[in-house]
């Protein structure tokens, strides 16, 4: 797939002006991935995907309209604007919506220093298969393991081009390289699963794939003879597999589409302790071979490091565009969009910074409570912060795991949750979201 996405997008800012819009921006993207999945020694299942999409938006006054198309023809592009303009006419008016002015724009436009594309062939579908083999052979050859759910292996790459009738024009590409195995302990009832996957931008920094495999076979083999835990108040600690689960609520209630919405329990929080003084939260858009990385946003504003929360202080919130008016604010160049809607905040790589020791030292700390490595539903009130979710781990005496469990409930108030947080340092490098080991005080556990 060769499509001149710069090209597409000066082809549909032109439309759109040409019909009558008073400003617009659009998306272009193409993308291709493989998959293969192996099972019981052999292909399971292959699949390869390729798309184009366009997607674009309008305003006409304070109106705004938003569409997408797969078709990127000359005449697909004009009737896509023709559209797009007819709809925003007869929209309701949105004092908020606004694109940024040329002084706000970006002056870096592509992210080749970000190192986000592995400049090596695309692997052979063969090659991911045998990737996908080794990695189910070695989840089997763990004691314990009784079968393979599934083994996989994926790569993927994708352009995108952002461009706005106010004069900003940029791109990014990335590949990825993944790959998953699901292993499975006891039969019938008793039947226990667990699984382990990486992924990463460039292929050489892939673990060898039988490593995954080993990694996916010994979760599950120590899954074996689960059972529910006692019911009652004890400390729990969230492993790093699941720890960034809890990071992600407070980024939930800190996003500024929630806060001018009212409907988060920190709307008024801004200079108050959300966490212990020794933690902060830092946003890192700027990571080498990182997934979530960007030199510029959705809006074609450029990002930059940020704190979110200092010291265990609520810095601010995070914001786009649009959120950033309607609180009276300025933008954190936190926009995201997909081709099919306007954009909304979000934020990309994440750091929690301060703990210290494995998670180890934490159970060692906790004494008795439970070790939570999944999670399953989740009930999260965003106007309390009243938590609860299903859990599975391992139950811990003395700091040392007793016995796995399963099919328990653990529930509390994730303000007094995150205050009385205590962070490892082993959370994974690579990840975009780097959150270690964090124990809790105290939870209410719903077991036997």
Known sequence: MSSDLPSLAEQALAAAKRIGADAADVLVSESASISIEALNGALEQADRSESVEIGLRVFVGARQASISSANTSAEAVAALAERAVAMAKVAPEDPFGVLADPEQLSDVTDARELELVDPSPEPSPETLLNAALAGEAAALAVDGVSAV??????????????????????????????????????????????????????????????????????????RAGSRKPPTGAFPVCFDERVSTTLIGHLLQATNGASVAR???????????????????????????RTSGSRVFDAEGLKTYCRSIV??????????????????????????????????????????????SGGRQDLLDQMGTGLLVTS?????????????SRGASGFWVENGEIKYPVNECTIAGNL??????????????????????????????????
């Open 310 to 355: 200092s010291d265990g202080v609520l810095s601010g919130f995070t914001l786009d565009l649009a959120s950033a008016r309607k609180l009276g604010l300025d933008s954190t160049a936190s926009a995201y969009r997909g081709a099919s809607g306007p954009p909304s905040s979000g934020v990309s790589n994440v750091s929690l910074t301060g703990g």
């Open 415 to 448: 303000k007094p949750m995150l205050l009385g947080l205590v962070a490892a340092d082993d959370a994974r490098a690579h990840l975009s979201r780097r959150v270690p080991s964090l124990l809790l005080e105290g939870m209410m556990i719903a077991g036997s």
């Open 262 to 288: 009212g409907v988060s329990w920190l709307r008024d929080a801004v200079g108050e302790q959300v966490l212990p003084s020794s933690l902060s939260v830092v946003e890192e858009p700027h990571r080498k």
């Open 149 to 222: 759910q599934g083994a996989s292996a994926a790569y993927g790459w994708r352009n995108i081009h952002l461009g706005t009738s106010t004069g900003f024009s940029g791109g990014l590409s990335r590949t990825d390289f993944m790959q998953s195995v699901v292993a499975i302990t006891g039969e019938g009832t008793s039947m226990e699963r667990d699984y382990f996957g990486e992924g990463r931008n460039w292929a050489e920094d892939m673990p060898d794939p039988s490593e995954i495999g080993r990694i996916a076979g010994e979760r599950t083999a120590e």
């Open 375 to 387: 999670l399953i539903g989740s009930t999260v009130n965003p106007n309390t912060g009243d938590y």
